[in-house]
């Protein structure tokens, strides 16, 4: 769950600020507002996206150490702390999640019960539920809400047409979605600048129809000061929304234009999101597994491959020299194929082999009497593991799984 929002996270930050300062065109309203659903759609969606799921066995066998207990052991108090914090923030973010689905449950027993309490009646392609109170007009889906505000029959068609574009645009379904990502990202500040970005272009169209089939401005715009003093439902498309009137009498004078530019902008972002894809596709680790059936072991024998590691291991000469000794452990990953990469020479989590331990005689050169992990220890060993040849890997269920191994190397002078 925890890489999934950060994946998601990163996705919905990017995407943001790529719309937000480099391809939002302002009067480029339905552009807007179906580029700005996409990203939303695109980062909840992204963290799936992979080319291939390998399984990792991420796992400590204490039955396999010898002479390395003190080295698992300095790990286990780590993994315990980390996991105790995950858990915390995991807790804290279900926390507020749940805070938001109250939040919607009770927009939606709302709703219903201002439609429950409604008179209704069929006109002009809507189910009209009239409400005796004040009450902003507003449709959900076909559903138009009216209060018993008195308004004569030229408001009362700009109203309809206002909400009629609402309802054929589906505009009900974008709150919806916007809705559900506020639960789940609630606390990401780019689904909220999403959520009122995406809100008011819902506002600059409808408006806009309005106004192209005929109405007065003027007449118009008083129409929305009026109707500011209504009581409107979070989720349903209203006549004034939560968006400044300031705005929207400024956008109303505005003439829209159709650009090319608006299409290269919109290949840009298409740009941005292929990146995003490719870059979390092959960083995609694939299921975490507990255990395995079998463990990936060398294809000619442990023993053989101790016997290899013994006979390339060379303590470096500058390390000799500097008196450097200590314990690394060099990790890598067994593919499903056998393969080896992923030679790093610190501690990870994985089955942890048998102890080398490699003996030096110290330089009479030298008067150093240091201790320490040198870089030269750490590439002699990675360098020797990267001359192993093939594995057979590991198994579970019938399938060859990607599996992390680790080997402690101890350097010791004389």
């Known amino acids: 769950m925890e890489v999934y929002l950060i994946k998601s996270g990163i996705s919905l930050a990017v995407l943001y600020l790529a719309y937000r300062f480099l391809l939002r065109q302002p009067l480029s309203h339905q552009a807007n507002r179906l580029l700005g ?22 796992e400590t066998l204490e039955g396999s150490l010898v002479e390395t207990i003190s080295l698992s052991l300095s790990v286990i108090p780590e993994q315990s702390e980390s996991q105790s914090n995950i858990n915390i923030w995991l807790w804290l973010y279900l926390a507020g999640a749940g805070v938001f689905s109250v939040r919607f449950l009770n927009s939606m027993i709302h709703l219903a019960r201002l439609y429950a309490g409604a008179t209704k009646n069929h006109e002009r392609g809507f189910l009209v539920a009239r409400v005796d109170k004040p009450l902003s007009p507003f449709t959900f889906f076909n559903i138009l809400f009216i209060g018993n505000d008195q308004l004569d029959k030229e408001q009362l068609e700009a109203v309809m047409v206002h909400e009629k574009y609402h309802r054929d645009q589906w505009h009900s379904a974008d709150s919806l979605l916007l809705e559900f990502a506020t639960i789940l990202f609630w606390f990401h500040p780019a689904i909220w600048l999403f959520q009122k ?6 506002e600059f169209i409808a408006d806009k129809q309005v106004l192209n089939l005929g109405f007065d401005l003027t007449d118009y715009q008083q129409l929305l000061f009026q109707s500011t003093t209504g009581v409107a439902v979070s989720l349903g498309n209203n006549l004034i929304n939560k968006v400044s009137l300031i705005k929207r009498f400024e956008m109303m004078t505005q003439v829209e234009r159709k650009s090319k530019r608006v299409y290269y902008r919109i290949g840009w972002h298409a740009c941005i999101m292929a990146v995003l894809v490719l870059s979390t596709a092959f960083t995609n680790p694939g299921e975490l597994l507990t255990s395995v059936d079998s463990q990936a072991v060398y294809k000619e024998g442990q023993a053989e491959m101790y016997r290899l590691i013994r006979s390339q291991v060379k303590y470096p000469a500058t390390a000799r020299k500097q008196g450097n000794t200590g314990s690394v452990v060099v990790s890598f990953r067994v593919n499903t194929d056998g393969s080896v990469d992923q030679v790093k020479a610190k501690q990870r989590r994985g089955e942890l082999l048998q102890q080398v331990v490699v003996v030096g005689y110290a330089d009479q050169s030298t008067d150093a009497d240091t201790s320490g992990m040198s870089k030269e220890l750490k590439a002699e060993v990675i360098r020797v593991i990267n001359k192993l040849g093939e594995f057979t890997p590991a198994q579970k269920d019938g399938k060859s799984v990607s599996t992390v191994l680790n080997i402690p190397f101890e350097f010791k002078l004389k």
């Open 37 to 58: 659903l996409f990203c939303i759609v695109f980062s909840v969606v992204l963290p799936f996206v992979g080319f291939e799921s390998i399984p990792v066995v991420q």
């Open 197 to 202: 970005a995406i809100r008011s272009e819902h």
